[in-house]
C-alpha cells in the first residue's frame, strides 16, 4: 500500500493506492469557512487542517511501504504556506515510525500525478492548473507515469480564476467555494465580462470590477454567473492557444478544481483545437489520490533502480 498526504488551502486529504495502482481510500474533509467569508487567515487554516487530519486519515492500513506528501505549493524556489509544513511533519512522523520512505512532492505534482490517473501520457504536454489558490500555465514532462519535470510558463498576475469566481458567487449569495454553485445558478445568456490575456499572463481584476459593476446595477444573477464562467472559459482559451505557440506542444492536461466545471470544459472542448486532457472530476480539485499514485511508482523505480 501506498499513502499520499495533502494540506492544500482548503481540503485536508489522505489517499491509498494499492500495489496495482487503484485508488482504494480516498478521505478528504473542506475546511469550514463561514457564510459570507471568501476564506480563511493561513493559521486558521493550519489550525482546521490539524483538526481534520484525524477524521481523514486511513484505519488499517499497516502494510504500507512509502508516502508521498505535499511540502510545498509549487516545485520553485521560495514556494511556501504553512499548512504544507504542517503536512510534511505528519509524513515524517509516519516514515519514522514504521521505518518507511517518503517523498517530498509539491501540490502541483499531487494534482498532475491525479490528473494522470485514467489517462495517458508519456513525454511533454502544456498544463493548466486552475484553483481557487492557482491559474498556472506550465510545461511538464511524465515519464512512465512519473511526473518527472514542471516548469511554469505563465500565470495570472493578480488574482486566481477560482478566485474570481468565488468572489463574485459569495457576493451572488452562493457559499464559498462557490464553482459548483455558479454553474448551477448561471443562464444561457451570459452577460458580457471581458477576458484579459497578454502573452502568458492573465489577468482578472478587471473582470471582477466589471463583474461587480453588473451586480450593482441589478443584472440578473443569473446572467453575471453565466457571464464570470465565460469570462474564465475565454481566458483559459487564449492562455492555451498563447502556450501551443510558445512551446510547440499539443497535448493539454487540465486539473484543479475551476476545471470541475461543466460549462468551462464545455466551452474549452468545442473551441480549442488541441489535445485536452481532462482530469477525472472526481480528481481534479484538491486531493492526495495522485500522492498515492506517484509514492507506488517512484517506490517501484528505486527497486528496480536497487536490484
Do not use: W
Amino acid at each position: 500500500m501506498f499513502l499520499g498526504i495533502d494540506l492544500s488551502c482548503y481540503t485536508t486529504s489522505c489517499a491509498v493506492a494499492d500495489e496495482n495502482g487503484k485508488i482504494i481510500y480516498d478521505g478528504r474533509k473542506l475546511l469550514h469557512v463561514p457564510q459570507g467569508k471568501c476564506g480563511l487567515r493561513q493559521s486558521e487554516m493550519v489550525f482546521e487542517h490539524v483538526k481534520n487530519l484525524k477524521d481523514v486519515f486511513p484505519a488499517g492500513f499497516l502494510d504500507v511501504k512509502a508516502i508521498a506528501v505535499s511540502v510545498k505549493p509549487r516545485p520553485i524556489e521560495g514556494s511556501y504556506m504553512p499548512v504544507f509544513a504542517a503536512a510534511e511533519s505528519y509524513a515524517e512522523v509516519i516514515s519514522k515510525a514504521m521505518g518507511i520512505p517518503v517523498y517530498k512532492l509539491t501540490h502541483q505534482h499531487a494534482h498532475i500525478g491525479a490528473a494522470l490517473i485514467g489517462n495517458k501520457l508519456e513525454g511533454q504536454a502544456i498544463a493548466l492548473h486552475v484553483s481557487g489558490g492557482t491559474t498556472d500555465v506550465l510545461k511538464v514532462s511524465v515519464r512512465k507515469g512519473i511526473v518527472r519535470e514542471i516548469y511554469p510558463l505563465g500565470s495570472a498576475s493578480d488574482i486566481s480564476a477560482g478566485m474570481f469566481i468565488d468572489r463574485i458567487g459569495v457576493q451572488l449569495g452562493c457559499p464559498f467555494p462557490a464553482g459548483k454553485h455558479m454553474e448551477e445558478l448561471a443562464s444561457e445568456t451570459p452577460a458580457k465580462i471581458p477576458s484579459s490575456v497578454k502573452g502568458m499572463s492573465a489577468s482578472f481584476s478587471g473582470a471582477q470590477t466589471a463583474a461587480e459593476k453588473l451586480i450593482h446595477f441589478n443584472v440578473s444573477p443569473e446572467d453575471i454567473a453565466a457571464g464570470t464562467l465565460r469570462c474564465v472559459a475565454n481566458t483559459l482559451e487564449k492562455l492555451i492557444r498563447n502556450a501551443q505557440k510558445e512551446s510547440g506542444l499539443d497535448d493539454v492536461l487540465l486539473f484543479g478544481g475551476v476545471m470541475c466545471n461543466k460549462i468551462i470544459r464545455q466551452r474549452l472542448t468545442k473551441r480549442v483545437k488541441a489535445n485536452l486532457i481532462f482530469a477525472d472530476a472526481k480528481y481534479s480539485s484538491d486531493n492526495a489520490c495522485g500522492l498515492a499514485s506517484q509514492a507506488r511508482l517512484l517506490f517501484h523505480r528505486e527497486e528496480n533502480f536497487n536490484a
